[in-house]
């Protein structure tokens, strides 16, 4: 029972049950699903990079209506816009017609939310926990999240990262491992240089003092207690909840999370122009040929493929859909986010006794 003692201090020092957070999911965090977790005792969370700050605002005072438990919002911290190279988003256009409707000319101009003004409604919203991905916040935003009792969890993918973002303020690490479901969270290590929690968390455990929450293929008892083991004081999960029926994902990438083994899913920056975790389909297969053409970056791609994306959940065809889903995809159950929770601590808790 020992071993569980620092995930005893964990849910004492956030109000929670049982140490599992919900990961954020930006286009996959409805409040129903947060609001679940945190009734069943874990902590809900919500991917703000969608959201501009009314929807931020909406978001966390319709969860306070379903639930008193604790809740984090995320966020990816800016960068720099990239170059843009005409002709590659020419030939990505002519690609993408190929699958979805036709890509208008300035789709690529697509501006983005005001990042400011999110971090701004995060804040305002008081959540338990403010995380990042992508980076780290700025002294500013950190010293505003300590002003306002706000907690900092950051991701990190790497022993360096690690080091930098706790040295810069953060109250504990979400542990991203090479496993995770959507998109990595490198910022200073190179993102096709990822690491398995297996490595990973011992290696972070060594180098910091703050705690740890694994995250990335977490999915069942035996996950769980492994990250315990290797030195997490809790896990997040993501795709071990999306086909709960509060995710209210499309049916198609339900299902195929329900059967994918660990080798059919690949990392991608077919998507967004950002490497992340999906279920191989036709696109991706037709996008890795020598003969397609190379995606473009973060946030053009992302805006090219908005069409056929949204095409293809409206009609429920997963041939083209971004079905994000980490490597232990087929372990996520159908039962209700709260019986998941629930069940998975007990079920954690009977093999350390
Ligand atoms: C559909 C989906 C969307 C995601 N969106 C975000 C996001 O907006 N912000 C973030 O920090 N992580 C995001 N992630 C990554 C998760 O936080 C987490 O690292 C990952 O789900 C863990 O791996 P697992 O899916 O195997 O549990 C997303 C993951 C998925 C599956």
Not at 76 to 98: C, D, H, T, V, Y
Request: proline residues 5%; charged residues 20%.
């Amino acid at each position: 029972m020992s071993l569980l003692k620092h995930t005893t201090e964990f849910c004492a020092s956030y109000g929670l049950d049982v140490p599992i957070i919900m990961a954020p999911m930006a286009g996959a965090c409805p409040v129903g699903l947060a609001s679940a977790v945190s009734n069943a005792g874990g902590m809900g969370a919500c991917g703000a990079l969608l959201m501009d700050d009314g929807q931020i605002h909406d978001w966390a005072s319709q969860f306070r209506d379903m639930s008193n438990g604790a809740f984090m919002l995320n966020n990816w911290i800016e960068e720099p816009a990239p170059a843009r190279n005409k002709r590659q988003e020419e030939q990505m256009r002519a690609f993408l017609s190929g699958f979805g409707p036709d890509v208008a000319r300035d789709a690529g101009d697509a501006p983005l939310l005001s990042f400011d003004a999110q971090c701004q409604a995060m804040l305002a919203a008081r959540p338990t926990v403010i995380s990042s991905i992508m980076g780290l916040y700025d002294e500013d935003m950190v010293q505003q999240m300590k002003q306002n009792d706000i907690r900092w969890f950051a991701t990190v993918t790497s022993v360096t990262e690690a080091v930098a973002a706790e040295e810069a303020g953060a109250d504990a690490l979400i542990v991203q491992g090479h496993e995770a479901g959507g998109h990595r969270g490198n910022f200073l290590t190179p993102a096709g240089e990822s690491v398995g929690l297996m490595s990973l968390i011992p290696a972070v455990a060594d180098a910091v003092s703050i705690p740890l929450i694994a995250t990335g293929g977490i999915a069942d008892k035996r996950s769980i207690a492994a990250a315990i083991m290797l030195g997490a004081s809790a896990v997040q999960i993501g795709t071990g909840l999306l086909r709960a029926p509060e995710a209210d994902i499309a049916p198609a990438w339900a299902d195929a999370i329900a059967t994918a083994l660990p080798e059919d899913t690949v990392t991608t920056r077919a998507y967004s122009g950002k490497l992340g975790r999906a279920i191989k389909n036709k696109y991706l297969a037709e996008i890795q040929k020598p003969d397609a053409p190379d995606p473009a970056p973060y946030p053009i791609q992302r805006a090219l493929t908005a069409g056929m994306r949204s095409k293809a959940s409206a009609e429920n065809n997963i041939d083209m859909m971004q079905a994000w889903a980490g490597q232990s995809a087929r372990l996520a159950r159908d039962d209700e986010a709260s019986d998941i929770i629930s069940s998975l601590w007990s079920e954690v808790v009977a093999q350390f006794d």
